[in-house]
């Protein structure tokens, strides 16, 4: 080991977004995505347009972080001075933790969890503090919350809202009553487009809560790392120090205005995608074979109750009719290898998974 390497980066696992899966799927671009919890519909010509004709400026820094700032507190209902952008919500959360947390400092996660954020917590030399949620369903338990954040006193909670890879999410006085214990609580609402259900208010009103959001999601920008947070006027202030000036690209900023252009276009998909969940979800429930959970997201996580199948078998047979799922690995699952997560697709792709899972799973059980 170099000597001058931090000890606490070295023990960080780096974050890995499926590599072998994505080479694959570039390789046939004709395969169905259904791993990446991303919205896959395309987006409005309107937005492809703009990015081409702002290419040409490509040589000059970024533009536009006025506008899309105020086009995303418009959108969100706060004041301008509320809200900060970055590169995703993952700069915003990174960016949370190097501002509040120091070498060893404990902070809140409940598993199972996203893994990106036991990886920031490492890497900016924190100690994570998994509270597990209550088996089989994955529930909160106030109570035993409660108990263990009062004796453990992290110094930051990190609180998906709702949660990956559940999908769930803790009741508002859950919330608040951990924000009264902790000094900093961090609420990840990337997802809020599909659970419509917010505490932005809170988050304004309140001196310790962070509202992140991301338009990765319901608004399909994923590639483009468009991510947003909402807070009281200090924390904002306080995070402009932290988050990189020139972090969001020129293209990037023109997509995110456009997309907000064409709020009406995205409602529509968002619609159809928690239409297609539900629709999913009451189809997976037929099967004894599998337990599904409820999900406020657009995805949903899958346990395979046969005793002799894990979660690969299914990613490969998938694989063979073109679909790619995501076996849940590292998220503080136990019996991880019984567990797989699949996003929302169009109609079509969600009935060929739902045409194809059966055979996989009566064939596999056979066995």
Do not use: C
């Given at each position: ?67 899309l ?32 947390i ?44 409660l ?148 999900s ?5 996580l ?12 299914i ?9 790619i ?43």
């Amino acid at each position: 080991m170099k000597p001058f390497f931090k000890e606490y980066i070295l023990y960080t696992k780096p974050y890995d977004p499926s590599r072998i899966i994505d080479e694959l799927y570039e390789e046939r671009d004709d395969w169905i995505r259904l791993m990446a919890n991303e919205n896959p519909y395309p987006p409005p010509k309107e937005l492809v347009e703009a990015i081409a004709r702002e290419a040409y400026r490509i040589n000059y820094y970024p533009q536009g972080y006025t506008l899309l700032k105020k086009m995303l507190a418009e959108y969100s209902g706060v004041d301008e001075d509320n809200l900060i952008i970055g590169a995703g919500s993952m700069e915003i959360i990174d960016s949370v933790l190097r501002g509040f947390i120091d070498p060893g400092d404990k902070v809140a996660v409940f598993t199972p969890a996203y893994t990106y954020y036991i990886a920031r917590i490492t890497v900016n030399g924190g100690r994570s503090l998994p509270i597990p949620l209550e088996k089989p369903w994955f529930s909160y338990n106030d109570d035993l919350v409660l108990e263990t954040i009062t004796s453990e006193k992290p110094k930051l909670a990190i609180i998906g809202y709702p949660s990956n890879p559940v999908g769930n999410m803790p009741s508002p006085k859950l919330v608040l009553e951990i924000a009264d214990h902790v000094p900093i609580v961090l609420v990840d609402e990337a997802y809020y487009e599909f659970s419509r259900e917010t505490l932005k208010d809170y988050a304004l009103s309140r001196e310790n809560i962070v509202v992140t959001r991301t338009m990765s999601k319901a608004f399909g920008l994923a590639g483009a790392r468009i991510g947003y947070a909402l807070s009281n006027k200090d924390i904002i202030d306080y995070l402009k120090r932290l988050v990189n000036p020139y972090g969001i690209s020129r293209l990037s900023v023109v997509a995110a205005i456009k997309a907000l252009e064409h709020l009406d276009y995205y409602k529509k998909t968002i619609d159809l995608i928690i239409a297609e969940r539900d629709r999913v979800y009451s189809e997976l429930k037929k099967y004894s074979e599998l337990m599904v959970f409820p999900s406020k997201t657009n995805f949903l996580l899958i346990k395979i109750m046969l005793e002799n199948v894990k979660n690969m078998h299914i990613v490969l047979n998938l694989l063979e009719h073109r679909v790619i799922v995501r076996p849940v690995q590292a998220y503080g699952l136990d019996e991880e290898d019984r567990f797989f997560r699949i996003s929302i697709g169009r109609r079509q792709d969600n009935d060929l998974f739902l045409r194809v899972l059966p055979n996989i799973i009566y064939g596999l059980g056979s066995r």
